[in-house]
């Protein structure tokens, strides 16, 4: 499984950005989806999930009514949506694939990581 993260940037507060991540292989629909994130000097720390068939989502607080986790099953990709970007939202957005069908939201839930996108908001 390859996960392949996109549509990082240089965003000014209150901008959005739309990030997506491709997905390979044949089981994509089959387990929950997630995104993290990860500042310089902090842990990774968990933005938002989806179910297997999107039925289901999960986000972070912090995050909460300002970013969008979706997917396309038939495209194998999962794309977050983040409006109203806060200079806090500042990372390295990783994608990543779970070991279950539900939306986990701990690192240890998923088994495959994409490569990251650099998102910089600033003031």
């Known amino acids: 499984v390859q996960l392949q993260a996109s549509g990082g940037g240089l965003v000014q507060a209150g901008g959005s950005l739309r990030l997506s991540c491709a997905a390979s292989?044949?089981?994509?629909?089959?387990?929950?989806m997630g995104w993290f994130r990860q500042a310089p000097g902090k842990e990774r720390e968990f933005v938002a999930a989806i179910s297997r068939n999107g039925g289901t989502t999960s986000t972070a607080v912090s995050v909460k009514g300002r970013f969008t986790i979706s997917r396309d099953n038939a495209k194998n990709t999962v794309s977050l949506q983040m409006n109203n970007l806060k200079p806090e939202d500042t990372a390295v957005y990783y994608c990543?694939?779970?070991?279950?069908?539900?939306?986990?939201?701990?690192?240890?839930?998923?088994?495959?990581w994409g490569q990251g996108t650099q998102v910089t908001v600033s003031s």
């Open positions: 990543a694939k779970g070991r279950y069908a539900f939306p986990a939201t701990g690192t240890a839930d998923y088994t495959y």
């Open positions: 292989g044949r089981t994509f629909s089959d387990y929950g």
